[in-house]
């Protein structure tokens, strides 16, 4: 517990920016019109890729013996699987709505 509350502090600077990048994402995505939505968070989801190349980097780094960094590892890999694999199937149903129907 004790290293947890060290990292923290260390690291305030970075845990504030992440904070305000929260703030200013949940500002941009919360104002961006209704059309534009579908296109827009299906290129954000498909980006997540490289939080999954992050989470199996931290994963293979990790010793053994350190729970704390193989669990955000762990997590970041299945956010981010899950984020992938949501970005193509929206932008699919997106491209399925501009094909021409057959009769």
Do not use: C
Not at 40 to 67: E, K
């Amino acid at each position: 517990m004790e290293s947890i509350i060290e990292y923290l502090g260390e690291h305030m600077a970075m845990i504030y920016i992440l904070a305000l990048s929260i703030f200013l994402g949940v500002e941009v995505i919360k104002n961006v019109p209704a059309i534009l939505h579908t296109p827009l968070m299906s290129g954000a989801n498909a980006i997540h890729g490289v939080v999954l190349i992050g989470g199996i980097i931290i994963l293979g780094q990790a010793s053994s013996d350190d729970y704390f960094t193989m669990a955000l590892g762990f997590l970041a890999v299945v956010l981010g699987t899950l984020n992938v694999v949501g970005g193509f199937a929206v932008t699919d149903r997106m491209l399925e709505m501009f094909k021409k129907k057959q009769k």
